[in-house]
């Protein structure tokens, strides 16, 4: 990762497919792990296929590791992608929790 | 098709802004067709309809078909939200007329006139050369007109009747995409502070306003179509809203990387980039969710069938949630930091993420809306599905995803060639136009595009004959 400077223009050619690759799977590995979750807490899947979806996340936070290394992103995007990455973690989490509880005191 | 079955005036009105958002819809697609052709024939309709004015109705079309179906969407959903008629109909009316005018007189200019002197009457009278929004002057006023008087029936409406959740989501929402068309209405002669106002339209609407607007109506829709339930559904919303407006109001700064403005645009764009994909995962999450639930809920009593009241328009909402993962997030995540976005911009990987946004985000809940408008409209229990909606529903999305892949190929080759290899020289740019990855991505798009195009048609055939078929419960 680069201290100092925001941008520069040194993605190496060969670099430019990973890149595009890992990124893409940022969200794809990102929509399965939100995906399986939501589907094991509705019922629509097993529960044994959560480890699964915590696997899919750990792949998406390790593109993002990937597509920031080969960028050579300065140390701030660096951090803004630790939060994009524990926010995709949260966040299904703190949803499924906000709708059920809203569905309890709506049912009961 | 008759109204019988509509009581509301509100309803009624909505289904002419259906109409001629549908009728806008086709000539976009036209347009864009006609630009795809001159892509890989370049003399096609040459001095007669050339490129330039091409995509300028393609994309102007793409934005007056989608306000269209808004505005259309609101006047639908405000009696079954409010529970009162919309107060100032007649004026709606009226407004609809001068909106629908108005814009036949602009794309009649655009086809016929095209081009005029660089002056102020070309701004006044022919187009203003902002990309997206390239009304003349005189139009931009009568649009502003226009929606101020729907952002007033809908604050009257909503005022007065009851006052849900979506609504005033909606009341809040519409008063920010009508004040910010305002930003886009000016003249400077400073390129950088012309585009720093431009994207305050441009993404502020698409990034920001449209993307609430889409919420409130997935809210109504999952409502009405599966009968979630409302203080969920609305709880949600509020969360979604605070969500896309706190990422996407600051995500403008990835518009800001490279026209001139301070690099700390550099380090806020970056920042809210990454976040802006969060809020349509929680979209996404939201749908499957309510869907799950619910059927769940159905299933449990023992009944075998599903709770989806309008399939047609349910498979479009659900398009939605993976459309606008897809193409505003996958495809916008991919070149939105500014290290990659600096050999990204301006090339095919734009107009791939253009395409499968606009699409993906806004085209299909849209659709849906326009199905809802059909079954109320034919007084119709359960709306199913016909032998068109499924050639309509696949040739659509099939086509667009093609259409993406190709651009999204042909944009690599331009990345790679034009950018990286070649620095971004004028040389590049031709060098790049001219490989054999880019020409074929070129052919793939317009063979996709002419997909898109035949489902279109049978999108409109089965807008106007699906209230006829026998396979529904009424």
Known sequence: ?108 | MANSYLTSESKKLATWYFTFAAIIFGAQLLFGLVAAIQYVESSFLFEVLDFSVARMLHINALVVWMVFAMFGSVYWLLPDETGIETVGIGLGKLLFWIFAAAIVVVVLVYLFIQVGPANETSIWFIHEGREYIEAPRWADYGITVVALGFVANLYMTGMKGKQSGVVTVLMADMIAFAGLYLTGMFYTDNITIDQFWWWWVIHLWVEATWEVFVGSIAAYGLITMIGAHRKVVEMWLWIEVTMLFGSGILGIGHHYFWIGTPEYWWEIGALFSALEPLPLVAMFIHVLYDWGKMQGEQDAQGKEMSVITNKPAFTWFVLNAFGNFLGAGIWGFFHTLPQVNLYTHGTQFTSAHGHLAFFGAYATILVGMMYIGVQGKNGIKILNNTTSTIFATSMIVGGVLGMTVALTVAGYSDVIISRAQMGATWEGYFSAQTTTWLLQGMYWRLIMGAVTFIGFLFLVKDLLTIGKAANHVR
């Open chain 1, 1 to 108: 990762m680069v201290q100092d400077v925001l941008v520069a223009q040194d993605i190496l050619v060969d670099d430019f497919l990973t890149i595009f690759v890992s990124s893409t799977l940022v969200l794809v590995f990102g929509g399965f792990y939100v995906g399986i979750y939501t589907a094991v807490k509705v019922n629509m899947l097993k529960k044994w296929y959560m480890p699964l979806g915590y696997l899919f996340w750990a792949l998406t936070a390790y593109c993002l590791y990937l597509m920031g290394s080969l960028m050579h992103v300065n140390d701030f995007t660096a951090k803004a992608l630790i939060v994009a990455a524990i926010g995709l973690l949260l966040i299904p989490h703190a949803v499924y929790y906000m709708q059920d509880r809203v569905h309890e005191d709506n049912e009961h």
